[in-house]
């Protein structure tokens, strides 16, 4: 048998693809999952291979909400947690249930572009509202609100892909608001919520909703393995009671019953908040050894420092196109994404995304010698 | 804490709930996912907690590929595969990117019933169309297709839920014909296929398809295990390719990397086949004490045996109404599905369905004796 793709990407040896969002793979943590599966096992529940209840796991949901409790130094009421197979399950789940085809969503102009992919599968129309170093830009959003009638608006409020801002808390509370005032609901995307390196981010969205408006979605993606296949989303129940009631949980159960049991364990054995810490420590060099690396190397590229997540989002001097550029960079051996991407009217093509999860230190060094080389 | 609730369905230690389509919690192979587990643990390869190839690992689809081939004693192409988390998350991708709201799609009348809730989500105008010993009535079906144009029949070809009636060899070649000729595409919900006790079905739908119109469904809920959720599509790559190109796929990665990783050693290890051949005797004996419980308490009560499944469906004598007995019943803490609840026009109301997977022959027994009491 030839080689089979097991993967979603595969990088030849010498290249170095900044463009992948995704963790390193020498990462992943397999000792850690085959501790926490020994451990569940052991415990000899078959009720872990059942058809699980709808809501996920009454233990698991537990489970979760103390430790985010934990991370977030808020409560967190297992009632309001929904499990899902992730963010992106989460997305195709709420534009299958809440929306119909031509229906307006606003996004952040950038924003995460396979978010778009989503929702140009369920044909609505999307919406781009500029953001800058605090996020949303709240006026623009109102403009864009007096003249649409969005379902949703869909925001990455912290550590943003690709642009690595957070939304700051006073921008949250007016989102509330507008929220409220144009009647539409607001989906979080917050699968970076818990890797800041720098400063502590504002709270999950859902802490700032004093009504029914807000579903916060985060993962175990990005934490712990995005082969898993599970997130949560957070929500007044209210909000949670048209994903818990429909028909697809309602025919095959709660999503991913055997691996919430084993996350449960992860959890349970402390192997979770360890890991996280791990991965931090690792990211914040990362991040850290990328910046010097642009600024060294590329002084002319424009970046801020974010304080958490995966990427740098730098702008290239003189309205140059990084689309066209790739081109050049491939020569070198080196990718990133170019901002069109990320656009959804086919601007911001004076910026790249680089990523620094994906690669070790040398190597991110390695990959931004290259992208200057291929500049020049 | 109080009991938290884990699984779906939870019956009081002295009902018994003939109406629960699950396997027997008891009988879940705790113990092989184990084993399975460790194995795929000891090969050290983190590559199966990465983000997955949208069509599902290839190393999972080729040792699938052998496993169906040895069952269906037909070739499996591994590219003719798209993994996916089970029939009814096939069933809700189906919906979210082939529908749009108001499109007919035909279903058997009975269908599955919670196949229709996914289908009401999606806001689809089912049409219903009757089914005798060997499924579908082609002359029924041919007369709707010439007033409606619908998107899709959706059949549960073999071992009918809740009818248990299996689709002749015939029929699905007229099934094919007229797809060909009315242009809709084919959804064959399998998931009984491999639960053959007393004679072999035809192979899957996906055989008969000499175009490109058939998906045919399968799944690890029903052969191994429902928490799983495991499952995969089998089509020609032409007709995978929306759904592995789709935004969700793109954006999550292939559904359940780490799950498929373990069911892989299921597989390799032989506990699969094991398995699955112990379920059969399992089945089979509890089915023919489910039959000859009701021929010896309940003679009035009309049924096929059937040859497969998890089900049999009985006809109350001089038109009773199901729904209103089934108040009667519970005053003897016994249930069973109603039969319209499987009805798109609220009809079958004198059918209901009895399932003999989820209790033990003496269980059966003891819920006919009471049904009986009941009915009386």
């Known amino acids: 048998m030839t080689q089979a793709q097991v993967t979603q990407v595969s990088v030849s040896k010498d290249w170095i693809d900044l463009g992948i969002g995704q963790p390193q793979i020498e990462n992943l943590p397999l000792e850690l999952l085959e501790q926490a599966a020994n451990h569940r096992f052991r415990q000899k529940d078959r009720r872990i291979l059942q058809y699980g209840i709808e809501q996920g796991n009454g233990n ?13 130094g808020k409560p967190v009421d297992p009632d309001h947690l929904l499990i899902t197979g992730g963010v992106s399950q989460a997305l195709d789940m709420i534009c299958g249930l809440k929306t119909r085809p031509g229906d ?8 995460y572009f396979l978010a778009l992919r989503i929702f140009a599968d369920y044909n609505l129309n999307v919406i781009g509202v500029p953001i800058d170093a605090n996020g949303i830009i709240m006026e623009a959003l109102e403009e864009k609100l007096k003249k649409h009638n969005p379902v949703f608006v869909y925001t990455i409020p912290v550590f943003h892909n690709p642009a690595g801002v957070t939304l700051s808390a006073e921008r949250r509370e007016k989102l509330i608001d507008l929220s409220e005032t144009y009647e539409f609901f607001i989906v979080a995307d917050e699968v970076y919520q ?16 004093g ?7 985060g993962s175990f993606s990005k934490i712990l393995a995005p082969g898993l296949k599970l997130g949560w989303m957070q929500a007044k129940p209210k909000l949670l009671a048209p994903f818990t009631g429909c028909g697809y949980l309602d025919s095959g159960g709660g999503l991913n019953p055997f691996v919430s049991s084993i996350v449960s364990s992860v959890i349970e054995l402390g192997l979770q908040e360890k890991y996280l810490k791990k991965l931090r420590k690792i990211y914040q060099d990362r991040m850290a050894t990328l910046s010097s690396a642009i600024r060294k190397n590329i002084p ?75 500049l020049e």
Chains 1, 2 share one sequence.
């Not at 009504?211 to 979605?217: A, I, N, P």
């Open 60 to 72: 698991f949901r537990f489970c979760l909400a103390g430790f985010l409790e934990a991370r977030y």
């Open 300 to 374: 002319a590229l424009e970046f801020r420092e974010p304080s958490g997540g995966y990427f740098i989002w730098a702008r290239l001097p003189d309205g140059a196109d990084s689309e066209l550029l790739l081109a050049d960079a491939q020569e070198h051996k080196v990718r990133y994404q170019p901002g069109i991407k990320f656009s959804c009217i086919q601007g911001l093509r004076d910026y790249l995304r680089l990523c620094f999860a994906y690669y070790e230190q040398t190597e991110l060094i390695d990959g931004i010698e290259r992208l200057a080389r291929a």
């Open 211 to 217: 009504g029914e408006r807000v579903l916060s979605l």
């Open 104 to 111: 307006s969503v606003i996004v952040e102009e950038p924003s």
């Open 194 to 209: 818990l890797l800041n390196y720098t400063s502590k981010p504002p709270a999950p969205m859902a802490y700032y909703d």
